[in-house]
């Protein structure tokens, strides 16, 4: 079982603004990376670090961390954000990686 | 821009080993920290299965660990996962992927910035 625990699922109205959050106890020391996976293609990094977007990332995505849950806000969802998100890290020993269990996010 | 490709036998008898070879384009073996396999069974989530550092450090999931072998060959630009007695349950697609580590501040961080598209992997007699 993971260590790294998300919302199963999330769902946000057209345009509107959602969070999607990961609670561990690794949080405390590591920023979560988040990555999202469409149906039948590889898993894509949106956000790392403090709060840095990889090329091509649009900047409706952001990320931001306090205690021992970090987030993932996409302001303005679109159509195209419906998707599986995933959040990583290292463990609290720096030894292994995490994955949270994904959040499915339905966009309406 | 570097660039993973998964390849190996799509299909393995149970109890037999699965092996797969990633090739690293565009770059070198030695540009990214650690190189990790990650694996997907059908309609679940993402799982870790361990990574390699390119001067050959691993670490393993430990509920795979007596499994698994990771092993990198700088002078073919590619790395390598072995995973012994199969069952169905290792079913799954399998990614590898490269990944930074550092720190920045008070907090390190850690990403994978590149993935291969994935291999599917069944095992079935």
């Known amino acids: 079982s993971s260590e790294l625990t998300q919302d199963p699922a999330v769902s946000v109205a057209l345009g509107q603004t959602v969070r999607i959050t990961c609670q561990g106890d690794s949080l405390r020391s590591y920023y979560a990376s988040w990555y999202q996976q469409k149906p039948g293609q590889a898993p894509v990094l949106v956000i790392y670090?403090?709060?840095n977007r990889p090329s091509g990332i649009p900047d409706r995505f952001s990320g931001s961390s306090s205690g021992n849950t970090a987030s993932l806000t996409i302001t303005g969802a679109q159509a195209e954000d419906e998707a599986d998100y995933y959040c990583n890290s290292r463990d609290s020993s720096g030894n292994h990686l995490e994955f949270g269990g994904g959040t499915k996010l339905t966009v309406l | 821009q570097v660039q993973l490709q998964e390849s190996g036998p799509g299909l393995v008898k149970p109890s037999g080993t699965l092996s797969l070879t990633c090739a690293v384009s565009?770059?070198?073996?030695?540009?990214?920290?650690?190189w990790s396999w990650v694996r997907q069974p059908p309609g679940k989530g993402l799982e870790w299965i361990g990574e390699i550092y390119h001067s050959g450090s691993t670490n393993y999931n430990p509920s795979l660990k007596s499994r698994v072998t990771i092993s990198v060959d700088k002078s073919k630009n590619q790395f390598s996962l072995k995973l012994s007695s199969v069952t169905a349950a290792d079913t799954a697609v399998y990614y590898c992927a490269g990944s930074k580590f550092g720190l920045s501040g008070l907090y390190y961080y850690y990403y994978m910035d590149v993935w291969g598209k994935g291999t599917t992997v069944t095992v079935s007699s």
């Open positions: 565009g770059g070198s073996i030695s540009s990214s920290n650690w």
């Open positions: 670090g403090k709060n």
